[in-house]
């Protein structure tokens, strides 16, 4: 595999595995649980950081810092931002992998 | 050379596994309960890891308390830290009050997300698992 093909990997690999995040990270708040709110919030910022989606890695770490201070109501705020952004994320990268498919 | 990759985030765990497999074996772990069985067992059999990439955040047991676990399991073998596996800490660029503590509990150093192969292979090579 070479270098482009292995960005495109992961790049797929995160369109298709971030969804199940958010489902799990809306979970965890909604159960007040903290602890798994701060994970999944610090995974997606990782995650998004690796691929740079620099806006989606911005929200997820405003909703680490709400989870850091155990602010659960601050945190769901952010929730619908990460969605947004998410969406935004999957149509620029859909448009570009389409691009290059001959 | 042979790897193990411990991170709860599935793209990270990815990437990690396809520039490291071109080296050798890598094994995967998802959080640091995972990791230290898996290490226990590969100095069982006598094939220890040369190489630990630990994410620092992960749920069940995070990456400090896993590093220091391993250690402790390999000094318990009588495995001094420098003689042991390399363990590279893997973490968020404003993560870096926990990059001293990992230091302190004897990590080989550290690499930032974004994960870059450039800056990954670099690391490798100046901890000598890689020419």
């Known amino acids: 595999m070479d270098d482009e093909e292995l960005v495109e990997e992961i790049i797929t690999a995160f369109i298709e595995d971030i969804p199940g995040q958010i489902e799990t990270l809306r979970n965890n708040l909604e159960r007040g649980d903290i602890e798994g709110a701060k994970c999944r919030a610090h995974a997606m910022k990782g995650a998004s950081a690796n691929i740079g989606a620099e806006a989606f890695r911005a929200v997820a770490y405003k909703i680490e810092k709400a989870t850091f201070k155990g602010d659960i109501s601050e945190a769901r705020t952010y929730v619908e931002d990460l969605i947004i952004e998410y969406d935004q994320l999957q149509k620029e990268i859909m448009n570009t992998l389409k691009m290059k498919t001959p | 050379m042979k790897t193990l990759i ?117 690391k490798l090579r100046s901890l000598e698992l890689i020419t």
């Open chain 2, 6 to 122: 411990v991170e709860d985030d599935f793209t990270s765990r990815l990437l990690l596994q396809e520039i490291l497999k071109n080296y050798g074996p890598t094994h995967i772990a998802v959080n640091g309960k995972e990791a230290v069985d898996a290490v226990i067992s590969a100095l069982d059999t006598n094939e220890p890891y040369d190489l630990i990439c630990l994410d620092i955040m992960m749920p069940e047991m995070n990456g400090q308390e896993a590093l220091q676990r391993i250690r402790k399991v390999e000094e318990d073998k009588g495995i001094f830290s420098t003689d042991g596996s390399k363990i590279v800490m893997t973490t968020a660029l404003d993560d870096m009050k926990n990059v001293r503590s990992a230091y302190y509990n004897l990590c080989d150093g550290y690499l930032t997300k974004p994960i870059r192969k450039a800056n990954l292979l670099k």
